[in-house]
């Protein structure tokens, strides 16, 4: 028995998202940002080398796990594990993520390559493998699907971003989407990040996130998403070879959503 009428409620509208197909809880969070973006607003063209295939080429040669545990029910846990591997002849990573329990579960699998076509400008392409299976389906339904990313750094000051989520439109329930995103460093230990998205039903959302180095190697974090009325904080750390990001957002009426990633650096590559 329930004894919080408002869990039930969560329960039961999830319950009908997923009986209707409209697996947009599941789907979207699969193409997850990382921590830090999550905590900035769920910035996607801005989201580094997790989204935005372009940035591998900005990146560290990095390991990697994460979980995401949306409105606080644990059967909605995203976990992932990652390698971000840029080198001087393609840079790379790879991506593997699982949501689910049970009865309904998602597995994907993303490839993500990139190359700098000038030092300051790179260009890249995500590959993703999903398959889903629910207890109520005869046949588990597999889908192929890409994003393009393009990443310009003018300066040490300024960087552009720009992805296009799903141009193979090979989800039904998913179309395309498209973000552009500027990130400022308005002083040496602050950035400003913003960030618009439209999709194929010609929605619009913008996303405003802020970083600042509270002290030395350690980061808080606050962004909303403005349409949505989503607000977002987080935290960083830095140890060594080691980084930690929290990240916290807060649905209008679903509740609080987190997440928190390790990651190992293992070559220092810029």
């Not at 890409?146 to 040490?156: F, N």
């Not at 460093?185 to 999709?199: F, P, Q, W």
């Amino acid at each position: 028995m329930i004894k919080n009428p408002f869990i039930g409620v969560k329960i039961l509208v999830l319950t009908v998202l997923c009986c209707f197909h409209f697996t947009v809880l599941a789907i979207e969070e699969l193409n997850l940002t990382d921590a830090r973006s999550f905590a900035l607003g769920n910035l996607h063209a801005l989201s580094h080398e997790s989204v935005n295939p372009a940035a591998l080429s900005f990146s560290d040669q990095l390991l990697g796990a994460s979980v995401l545990n949306q409105f606080e029910m644990k059967e909605l846990n995203t976990s992932n594990l990652w390698l971000k591997y840029p080198n001087r002849y393609l840079d790379a990573g790879i991506t593997f993520s699982h949501f689910g329990y049970e009865d309904y579960r998602i597995v994907q699998m993303q490839a993500g390559f990139a190359k700098k076509i000038i030092p300051e400008l790179s260009l890249g392409i995500n590959l993703l493998y999903f398959r889903k299976s629910s207890f109520w389906e005869e046949n588990a339904a597999n889908r192929l699907s890409s994003c393009i990313g393009i990443v310009y750094q003018s300066s040490k000051t300024v960087e552009f971003s720009f992805l296009a989520e799903n141009i193979l439109h090979n989800f039904p329930y998913r179309l395309w989407k498209l973000y552009g995103g500027m990130d400022y460093r308005v002083l040496e230990n602050c950035s400003l990040l913003l960030e618009s998205g439209y999709n194929a039903n010609k929605q619009f959302d913008f996303s405003l996130g802020i970083e600042y180095e509270l002290l030395d190697k350690i980061w808080i974090r606050a962004g909303t998403q403005i349409i949505l009325k989503m607000p977002s904080f987080g935290v960083g750390y830095k140890w060594k070879n080691w980084t930690v990001d929290a990240g916290f957002s807060l649905h209008p009426v679903l509740g609080t959503s987190s997440m928190i990633a390790v990651t190992y650096l293992l070559k220092t590559t810029h």
